[in-house]
């Protein structure tokens, strides 16, 4: 593996070949070598990496997820409270039933009743008439007249009764099914209220939690710039500390690394006065603030005495 060293005049070289006349060209050749000549630096300087930290991750619901979930949550609750209304209708509606069969049982038990009643008094006063040999009178006969109309009339009123009696319950059983209609009208109201207070709670849930993440990966990225501008700052007091050469040489890298790093910028300079005339590079050499702040005085009294004596 090339050494430092070894990188910094390749990179000399290459220099050495490009468009020399081009001063961007040298200042972006200048920045390229301090760069890398910084990295190296930061590299080298002791100083330990940034701590890295995890981001939190959260795959929020969509709207629709929310409102399906919402709806998930809540049909059990649902499922039971309509089995529950249906039930109901169902029991009152069998009890009503039972109380309409036994209201037509009662009432065709009473008319047989009351046939039976007139019939037996019928054939007791037609034996009792027969007797006293009045069965062709005319009191036996009114007599029967009146037992026959008071049995009809006796069994119309039953009759009567008892069909008002179902007609009763049959309405009982319809006012059953319009209960049951609004019990499931009123079921259906409220289960969409708490439908919509649910996707309230879960979107305020959703919302509170992707801030929470923003607002915890918001800081990390500031800590990861702090630590950034921290270390950058801390590398960069290594590097120009001018008052502690030594110190900054034996953390930064060696001697020789950083000789031939000031070497690869005069050599750059220099191959850039190459391409000018004599005056033109003697000018450069006395007025340029790209070539006085970029050598040392070394190196910079040497291009001097070359080109301006």
């Given amino acids: 593996m090339a050494s430092y060293i070894d990188y910094l005049k390749q990179l000399q070289d290459n220099v050495a070949k490009s468009d020399a006349d081009s001063r961007d060209k040298l200042i972006e050749e200048l920045e390229k070598l301090e760069g890398e000549y910084q990295n190296r630096a930061e590299s080298s300087s002791g100083l330990p990496d940034n701590p890295s930290y995890d981001r939190l991750e959260y795959d929020a619901p969509t709207d629709e997820e929310i409102a399906e979930n919402a709806r998930n949550s809540l049909a059990e609750y649902k499922n039971t409270t309509i089995e529950d209304i249906e039930e109901n209708a169902r029991a009152e509606r069998a009890a009503k039933e039972a109380e309409r069969k036994s209201a ?8 047989a009743n009351i046939a039976s009643q007139y019939d037996d008094a019928m054939t007791a006063f037609s034996d009792d ?4 040999g009045l069965a062709r009178s005319s009191i036996a006969a009114n007599k029967s007249a009146e037992l026959q109309s008071g049995k009809a009339a006796a069994l119309s009123q039953a009759a009567m009764a008892a069909e008002e009696a179902v007609q009763n319950i049959d309405r009982e059983i319809s006012e ?3 209960s049951r209609e609004k019990a499931l009208n009123d079921f259906n109201i409220a289960y969409a209220a708490k439908v919509t207070e649910k996707i309230a709670e879960l979107t305020k849930e959703r919302d509170d939690k992707i801030a929470e993440v923003v607002k915890y990966n918001n800081s990390i990225a500031q800590q990861e710039q702090k630590d950034a501008l921290d270390r950058a700052e801390t590398a960069s007091k290594l590097y120009s500390d001018k008052l502690n050469q030594e110190k900054l040489e034996n953390e930064l890298g060696s001697t020789a690394e950083l000789d031939a790093y000031n070497l690869a910028k005069y050599e ?6 190459s391409t000018l005339s004599k005056s033109d590079a003697s000018y450069a050499v006395r007025n340029d603030p790209v070539i006085r702040a970029t050598l040392s005085d070394y190196y910079f009294y040497t291009l001097y005495n070359e080109y301006c004596k």
């Fill in 104 to 111: 037509q049982e009662s009432a065709a038990k009473l008319s």
């Fill in 176 to 178: 059953l099914e319009v």
């Fill in 129 to 132: 008439a027969l007797k006293r």
């Fill in 268 to 273: 750059a300079v220099k191959s850039y006065l």
